[in-house]
């Protein structure tokens, strides 16, 4: 992974916490009905203590903070009711005994300050969340080395999870003026993908690689200036964009699908735009010839919450087996740390 923070975040979603954590029966108001049923069949005794809407791949979720007893976690569920992740702070030593050998060739003499679990039941894919046939544990592990500099590595299958550095500096090559700002490794029916998030002064890109550098997907912020002609006349005509002082619009091209275990060639390219009104959002989707593709019912923009102070790791300290690995004196009250995020 990078040495960055956590999970890539969506870009122009941000998480919205309620104050204090509420009975799914009063809390569920911010989420659909299929949702909202399968967050209480998987975790009945839970309470959601923050709700938020966020996109990953051009797919749409809710991420719900949940608390049960002492425990925190955050479970992404869209409104169709498939969960696609479960994140939760654990300690060094739940972590499995292979996998804890990885994690200390890695460390080293550096310090562990936090640890995360990541159960994956759901991938996105094509827009949309794809349920997995059997789900998927990764665990996530913030680190400082002996050095002093902050790091991050994700560990599964008793493996590093992360890109080789040739392939970063290839990446680095290939688009020029950016600043490589978040990496999150992801299985895709066995084909490992990283999701890559670059920042430019000109626009934020999203690339999606697999191990070897090969681009899978692409996403790139336009200037209007920058977009073709006929999908600049194609918003200018839509009656929610039209009304915009200022619309946000993306690229987003793809070269390969994940197919049967395998990555397969195929390419698609797709121009989005947002439009806004009150508080809510929709998307929209055009060709390269204008035509409208798909569009998004209305949904709810989020807002950071200030209460949230879970951002700073340093304090964060996970118990260890001894030696550099130090106690866990972290009392803060979420796990939010994630995702202001994502596209």
């Keep these: 992974m990078r040495g960055f923070s956590g999970a890539i ?11 204090v954590a509420l009975p799914l029966a009063a809390a569920d108001r911010r989420l659909p009905s299929a949702a909202a049923k399968v967050i209480e069949a998987n975790f009945p005794d839970a309470k959601i203590t923050g709700v938020g809407r966020e996109r990953e791949r051009g797919a749409y979720y ?9 425990r925190r976690f955050e479970v992404e569920v869209t409104s169709e009711g498939v969960i696609g992740e479960i994140e939760a702070k654990v300690k060094i ?3 499995p005994a292979a996998l804890l050998k990885v994690i200390r060739r890695r460390v080293g003499d550096g310090r562990i300050v936090r640890v995360e679990k ?4 759901g991938i996105a894919r094509g827009g949309r969340f794809v349920p997995l046939e059997k789900s998927r544990i990764m665990y996530e592990v913030k680190y400082y080395t002996a050095s002093g500099e902050r790091r991050e590595v994700q560990v599964a299958s008793n493996e590093l999870l ?5 392939v970063l500096a290839s990446i680095k090559r290939r688009f020029p003026g950016t600043t490589l700002e978040e990496v999150e490794a992801e299985d895709d ?11 430019h002064e000109d626009g934020d890109l999203e690339v999606i690689v697999d191990r070897k550098g090969r681009v899978v997907e692409q996403e790139t912020t336009l200037s209007m200036g920058d977009v073709p002609a006929p999908v600049r006349r194609a918003v200018a005509k839509d009656p929610d964009l039209r009304r915009m002082k200022t619309v946000e619009v993306a690229k987003r091209e793809v070269f390969a699908v994940v197919e049967k275990g395998e990555l397969v060639g195929r390419h698609n390219v797709m121009y989005v735009a947002w439009a806004k009104r009150r508080g809510e959002v929709r998307e929209c989707r055009f060709d390269g010839r204008g035509k409208l593709l798909k569009t998004s019912d209305w949904e709810p923009i989020d807002h950071d919450d200030d209460d949230d102070h879970d951002d700073d790791d340093d304090h964060d300290d996970d118990d260890g087996d001894g030696g550099h690995h130090h106690g866990d004196d972290d009392d803060d009250d979420d ?3 994630r995702r202001g995020h994502r596209r």
């Design 9 to 19: 975040r969506a870009r122009g979603c941000a998480l919205l916490l309620f104050a």
């Design 62 to 70: 809710y991420e719900v903070n949940l608390k049960q007893g002492s």
């Design 93 to 95: 030593t739940d972590v």
């Design 118 to 121: 990541h159960e994956r039941r």
């Design 162 to 166: 992360e890109l080789p550095e040739d």
């Design 189 to 199: 029916e066995g084909v490992m993908l990283f999701v890559m998030e670059l920042e």
């Design 335 to 337: 796990d939010n740390h």
